[in-house]
T-cell receptor, first 112, second 117 residues
Framework: DAKTTQPNSMESNEEEPVHLPCNHS???????IHWYRQLPSQGPEYVIH?????VNNRMASLAIAEDRKSSTLILHRATLRDAAVYYC?????????????WGAGTKLIIKP | DTGVSQNPRHKITKRGQNVTFRCDPI?????LYWYRQTLGQGPEFLTY????????KSRLLSDRFSAERPKGSFSTLEIQRTEQGDSAMYLC???????????????FGDGTRLSIL
């Protein structure tokens, strides 16, 4: 079962920052935190991942709490093309192999 | 690099028929994954390959499901004697092995949508 908890949906206005929260209170020391997004009728798309430190890339920023029990994906300036389901995932060691175990994600709605 | 390619994009078939889906991963990627996704849910892991070796198949949904990657390049997922409950999106992803320890991301195709009549 997925070990992350996310809100079912969030709304934001276009051109404003968006903060998508994720709780992962049972995270272990070696679990990476991954974020993917999925646009309608497409496969998931990698957004960002991290272990302990905050991470930035061209798509987003990932803020990881000091105790690593929660993280926040930050879209600095949302556009209509950012409307998607955003998944926060822990990469878990299962049967000696690392796997991504997905929850239901957060549906992000962008209002023009 | 054209990304991960899946064919067909859509498949409609009658209950009881066999279906086969194909996945062409990114060429230099050693690992290939299959997932199933039903409406409103995240992807559900089914199986994965390291080159031609199938390293995890215990999560295939039943013995009607099988996957192959005979030459370590493309892969096929077959469902025999399809049932209504098999209707879903079947996703393929690939990743390089080298960065696995550091959380190397998976690259997904756009999936094959299966509809069972």
């Amino acid at each position: 079962d997925a070990k992350t908890t996310q809100p079912n949906s969030m709304e934001s206005n276009e051109e404003e920052p968006v903060h998508l929260p994720c709780n992962h209170s049972t995270i272990s020391g070696t679990d990476y935190i991954h974020w993917y997004r999925q646009l309608p009728s497409q496969g998931p798309e990698y957004v960002i991942h991290g272990l302990t430190s905050n991470v930035n890339n061209r798509m987003a920023s990932l803020a990881i709490a000091e105790d690593r029990k929660s993280s926040t994906l930050i879209l600095h300036r949302a556009t209509l093309r950012d409307a998607a389901v955003y998944y926060c995932i822990l990469r878990e060691l299962m049967d000696s192999n690392y796997q991504l175990i997905w929850g239901a994600g957060t549906k992000l709605i962008i209002k023009p | 690099d054209t990304g991960v390619s899946q064919n067909p994009r859509h498949k409609i078939t009658k209950r009881g028929q066999n279906v086969t889906f194909r996945c062409d991963p990114i060429s230099e990627h050693n690992r290939l994954y299959w997932y199933r996704q039903t409406l409103g849910q995240g992807p559900e892991f089914l199986t994965y390959f390291q080159n031609e070796a199938q390293l995890e198949k215990s999560r295939l949904l039943s013995d009607r499901f099988s996957a192959e990657r005979p030459k370590g390049s493309f892969s096929t997922l077959e469902i025999q004697r399809t049932e209504q409950g098999d209707s879903a999106m079947y996703l393929c992803a690939s990743s390089p092995t080298a960065g696995e320890r550091y959380g190397e991301p998976q690259h997904f195709g756009d999936g094959t949508r299966l509809s069972i009549l």
